[in-house]
């Protein structure tokens, strides 16, 4: 059965005062374990901000590692989920799900794309 990396994107200088709302944080578990016990939730986690991390890349074959935050860049992958699911169109099922339980003050969006390999 294929697999599905859910990536959660924000803004992560644009999230609510307070963070998620405890109504919020009870929806995301009872989704979680919905998704666990239906066999589609594999792994799911959120990630530090940018301000902790650091990006590695090259150019003209030229390596360079530039430390958090990146200015450049509004929406950032701020968690993720691997699904197991039938096809696409269920993970983005799964993951409009995912998004729904967000209060309209939330700007959050999640790209779904397959995993390829084993």
Not at 56 to 67: F, K, M
Request: net charge negative; charged share 25%; hydrophobic share 40%.
């Amino acid at each position: 059965m294929p697999r599905f990396l859910s990536m959660i994107c924000n803004d992560e200088n644009n999230h609510p005062a307070g963070g998620p709302s405890d109504a919020l944080m009870e929806g995301m578990g009872k989704l979680i374990e919905e998704m666990t016990e239906a066999g589609v939730m594999l792994e799911t986690g959120g990630l530090l901000p940018t301000s902790k991390s650091a990006r590695v890349g090259q150019r003209g074959g030229q390596i360079a590692v530039t430390d958090g935050p990146f200015t450049e860049t509004k929406e950032v992958v701020g968690g993720y989920m691997i699904l197991r699911a039938d096809d696409l169109a269920q993970a983005v099922e799964w993951s409009r799900k995912f998004i729904e339980l967000h209060e309209p003050e939330w700007e959050i969006a999640c790209e779904v794309r397959e995993i390829v390999g084993a």
